[in-house]
């Protein structure tokens, strides 16, 4: 599975993006994803995630409100819908597929990853 994230950009703080994530094969439909996050000098870390049926959200505290996990298996797309986007949002985003079915915050239930995709949020 090949995984091509876009969407990033620079925006203003309060101002929404949305990210994008598409898989090369059909095979992610039957997989959980994610998203997940790594800001300079900092450890990448989990933001949203999904089941394969596009249930089960969830989302670390921090966009707990803002951000938005979606996916249209059809298209084999994964989204991130962000509003009220902060300066601490600034970082490459990343998506993943799970190992299995399921919504996992753990980067080690995750098997394959895109490149990333910046986002940076100015004050």
């Known amino acids: 599975v090949q995984l091509q994230a876009s969407g990033g950009g620079l925006v203003q703080a309060g101002d929404s993006l949305r990210l994008s994530c598409t898989a090369s094969?059909?095979?992610?439909?039957?997989?959980?994803m994610g998203w997940f996050r790594q800001a300079p000098g900092k450890e990448r870390e989990f933001v949203a995630s999904?089941?394969?049926?596009?249930?089960?959200?969830s989302y670390a505290d921090s966009v707990k409100g803002r951000f938005t996990i979606s996916r249209d298996n059809a298209k084999n797309i994964l989204y991130l819908q962000m509003n009220s986007l902060k300066v601490e949002d600034t970082a490459v985003y990343y998506c993943?597929?799970?190992?299995?079915?399921?919504?996992?915050?753990?980067?080690?239930?995750?098997?394959?990853w895109g490149q990333g995709t910046q986002v940076t949020v100015s004050s």
């Open positions: 094969k059909r095979t992610s439909s039957n997989n959980g």
């Open positions: 993943a597929s799970a190992r299995g079915a399921w919504a996992s915050i753990s980067r080690n239930d995750y098997a394959y």
């Open positions: 999904i089941n394969w049926r596009g249930g089960s959200p």
